[in-house]
């Protein structure tokens, strides 16, 4: 049983994805032991407690510094005793520290077909607003496994989703989520909870 926790800032529309997949057991063998938020007023701390998950919130704002925060943080995933640390819209950066102590175990959802769009600065709305800017016809998503640099690491999948002449950012980004991020992100989950993906070289590969 892979055991999971999940970091999340905001809506948690991906955890509630994850949730489902493992409720109607298209994800397998996986069970989520804790959810984490850096923002008390994320919905998606009220998602987990709606299904039973523990959750709970560690606010950059509740400590003096960021060194302690950071610090916090590695403990609460500690805490989880996860074998898998998903980042689900979580936006802040992860430590080298939380890094080196979960090698090859922590896996990001980002709304960009990557190399695209992501690096510093690229987050949330903000990348659907410079997909829709550069007037990029394909757009999508891609879960990757978290390396020291800024959305570098390997790549397990991705998705393409067209852009359409008269998409907002806003309608972007939920045609990104339903057809790529709450798709990809799931079966990310279910195919390294069934040993399903190695790292080859640096690169991820996933068998079928
Ligand atoms: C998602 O679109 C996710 O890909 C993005 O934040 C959103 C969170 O939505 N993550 C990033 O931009 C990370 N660079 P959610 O809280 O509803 O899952």
Not at 106 to 128: A, D, E, R, T
Not at 179 to 191: F, G, M, R, S
Request: with cysteine; glycine share 8%.
């Amino acid at each position: 049983m892979l055991k999971i926790c999940v970091l999340v800032s905001g809506g948690g529309t991906n955890l509630q994805a994850i949730i489902d997949r493992i409720a109607d057991n298209t994800i397998t063998n996986t069970e989520i032991c804790g959810v984490i938020s850096n923002n008390h007023g994320a919905y998606a701390l009220e998602r987990a407690k709606n299904s039973g998950i523990p959750a709970r919130c560690i606010s950059p704002k509740d400590y003096e510094s960021r060194d302690v925060f950071n610090a916090a943080l590695l403990d609460g995933i500690n805490e989880m005793k996860p074998d898998l640390v998903v980042l689900a819209g979580f936006l802040v950066s992860i430590t080298p520290d939380i890094i080196r102590q979960y090698n090859g175990r922590i896996i990001n959802i980002h709304p960009s077909l990557i190399p695209s769009f992501c690096g510093k600065g690229y987050y949330g709305l903000h990348v659907h607003e410079a997909v829709l800017a550069r007037g990029v016809k394909v757009t999508g998503a891609t879960v990757h496994f978290v390396d020291e640099g800024m959305d570098t690491g390997p790549i397990i999948m991705q998705k393409a989703v067209e852009v359409q002449s008269d998409d907002t950012p806003e309608i972007l980004q939920r045609r990104v989520m339903e057809q790529a991020e709450w798709i990809i992100l799931p079966a990310a989950i279910n195919n390294i909870a069934n040993g399903k993906v190695s790292i080859v070289d640096g690169k991820a590969v996933v068998v079928s």
